[in-house]
């Protein structure tokens, strides 16, 4: 049958009128962070594998099947799924970006069970992937979100929880294997992943509030509590996945920890407050060591952190700056 | 009490997580923004609060707007301290903002905190600021 609808071709991009400069500042950030998992030296992690227990092995590679899920899924379908909500052009660019970079983060996990597993190991793992319910819980509630005819600023709600919040149960282990001086290539690895997703988080978080600031009041409060709805919703699975997972170990509550913490600035990247309360989301310091090395949080005020190193001289050119 | 805290200067971008911050802390402050054309002009010694922007190698941390007033010496004389914000997950960069503006102006990097800050930040950046209000010369130390 003749499809009778006239196709509608885009206009050119042209990247030297921009309607939103945050497009071009993402693009640029993006694009200069591109990396490829190649680019880490995996296999000097092989001697730090073989003092792992069998049941920490098998954890590791389950973690990193769950994070290849998601990464699948935001490369397959949730950033694809924000392209036609997109408002400029340039936006959707940075989305095709972004969608690239899931597919290679989803590669880089095979990388790291290539370089360090047996194929019975990683085919394990994978089948595990298939059938834990609550992985596909959480997998089956963002998918519904991202469904076609659903609302643009509820799916960018999903995306940027997704992004935010349901990969740190995940996370949450190279960073403690990397603390213990443990996987600490596949370590670099991981927070090469992080610091892409923290992009994204913030990118889509920032879309989320263009959108949101032209609802009306009470359309406001409707997409605000459906983001906290989803948010409950998913915490609560990702408790329990979280306990399937760490409870052997004893780190259950240490992970939840993280899990508050990440699930407050998922939120702050919608422009929303923080949802769980400081006492119960500060996290251990060797695993926010471990996420940002080299950089010790600064309490000038309380005297305690490092005490600050003073320059020399006083820059007046605008190229001093940039280092 | 709040006449003897030092002036807040701070920029925030579109996304809007330092302005969200210095409205929690609620403190009178000047914004710097991309947008502005006219930069404002400090009456007294203030502290700067500003986030990071930089690439995985740590390239264009501090925003232009930023460098442009810290360029003007008369506007740069007045700043006591840098407070530095950002996010954990870019890594070694984390903040880096804020350690930078402190190396080239020769003053004390204050706090740092990530995106909008928890309670516990405000909390403490509004202690620290007293605290500075009333002992100016303990940023020496």
């Not at chain 2, 890594?91 to 740092?112: D, E, H, M, S, W």
Request: glycine share 6%; charged share 25%; hydrophobic share 40%.
């Amino acid at each position: 049958m003749k499809d009778m609808t006239e196709t509608k071709i885009p206009r050119a991009i042209n990247w030297n009128r921009l309607d939103d400069e945050k497009d071009l500042e993402v693009w640029n950030r993006l694009t200069v962070n591109f990396w490829l998992p190649e680019k880490v030296p995996l296999s000097n992690d092989i001697p730090s594998w073989a003092t792992l227990t069998d049941h920490e092995k098998q954890l590791t590679i389950r973690v990193f099947t769950g994070l290849t899920l998601l990464d699948t899924i935001q490369n397959a379908v949730g950033a694809p799924s924000l392209m036609p909500d997109a408002i400029t052009p340039h936006e959707e660019a940075v989305l095709t970006n972004i969608a690239f970079m899931e597919a290679v983060h989803a590669r880089s996990y095979s990388s790291i069970f290539s370089t360090l597993c047996s194929t019975k190991e990683i085919d394990e793992a994978f089948r595990w992937s298939e059938e834990n319910p609550h992985l596909q819980a959480k997998a089956k509630a963002i998918l519904d979100t991202y469904a076609p005819g659903n609302d643009p600023l509820k799916r960018k709600i999903a995306s940027v929880f997704l992004e935010s919040f349901l990969f740190y149960s995940g996370f949450y282990l190279p960073m403690y294997w990397s603390s213990r001086a443990k996987l600490t290539n596949t370590a670099d690895l991981i927070r090469l992943i992080i610091r892409d997703e923290a992009v994204h988080g913030y990118y889509i978080g920032y879309k989320f509030q263009r959108g949101y600031e032209k609802l009306s009041e009470a359309e406001q409060q409707e997409m605000k509590d459906y983001a906290f709805g989803l948010m409950f919703e998913l915490y609560g699975i990702e408790n329990q996945y979280t306990e399937e997972l760490y409870d052997e170990l004893g780190l259950t509550e240490d992970v939840k920890v993280f899990l508050h913490y990440n699930a407050n600035k998922a939120l702050q990247n919608l422009g929303f407050e923080a949802l769980f309360p400081p006492e119960v989301s500060e996290v251990n310091p060797a695993i926010l060591a471990a996420l940002s090395p080299d950089s010790e949080n600064h309490d000038f005020f309380s005297g305690s952190g490092s005490s600050y190193v003073i320059g020399k001289a006083v820059a007046t050119e605008d190229e001093d700056w940039d280092f | 009490m709040s006449a003897s805290i030092p002036a807040l200067v701070y920029f925030s971008s579109k996304s809007g997580n330092t302005h969200r911050f210095i409205q929690r802390l609620g403190l009178p402050a000047l914004r710097l923004s991309a947008e502005m054309d006219q930069l404002p002009f400090p009456q007294s010694p203030y502290v700067l609060i500003c986030p990071t922007y930089a690439d995985g190698e740590g390239r264009g941390a501090v925003p232009k707007q930023v460098i442009r007033f810290l360029n003007d010496p008369e506007r740069r004389e007045g700043i006591l301290g840098v407070i530095g914000a950002g996010n954990r997950n870019f890594g070694a960069t984390y903040g880096l903002a804020g350690r930078i503006i402190a190396q080239k102006c020769n003053v004390p990097l204050l706090y740092t905190f990530e995106l909008a800050g928890t309670d516990t930040d405000i909390a403490r950046v509004r202690a620290g600021l007293e605290k500075l209000g009333r002992h100016p010369c303990s940023t020496a130390a």
